[in-house]
Structure formats: structure tokens, C-alpha cells
């Protein structure tokens, strides 16, 4: 499966997958809507994910954090999951 690394040594991997009907597709990384991202050590600091298939014309990803043992939505929008990394 394929893993994207960004800056200061965030990586992030695929963690959901879209279903289809009551069978869950392969873990195939076009199906991908939800990415753990995680710091060097390898904890997971947040999140990068979509409401709508990737293929989609007008797919946005969206980040969220981990603060607290709380999921916190951060602002922006971005038009790929490297870019969604990358503002991390």
C-alpha cells in the first residue's frame, strides 16, 4: 500500500476504505478516504480525509488533529492528500 511522507517526517497511510454494497473494496489506494498521519516516532497526530470519492471532480481533503484524546478539525481544504500533508 502506499505511504506518502511529508515535511519534519510526517508519513500518513490509508486507514478506511469506501465500501461497496456490504463488501468492503480491497484495500485499493483509489478507494482510500481516510489517512493516518503519524510523527517520526510513529504516533498518530491526526487525520486527512474526504466525504466524497476521490474520483470525484471536486474531491477536497480535509486535516484534523489529535489534542487531548480529541479529534479537532483544522481549516483548509486541499485538492490532494500530499498537499493535505504538507500543510501538516
Known sequence: MEQFSGNRGLTCEAIMWVGDGAQLVPHDEQHAFRYEVR????????FINTDRARQHPDVKWERSVLRDGKIEELVGKY??????????
Open 39 to 46: 510523527n517520526q516516532r510513529g504516533n498518530v497526530i491526526g
Open 79 to 88: 485538492a490532494t492528500v500530499q498537499e493535505a500533508l504538507g500543510a501538516f
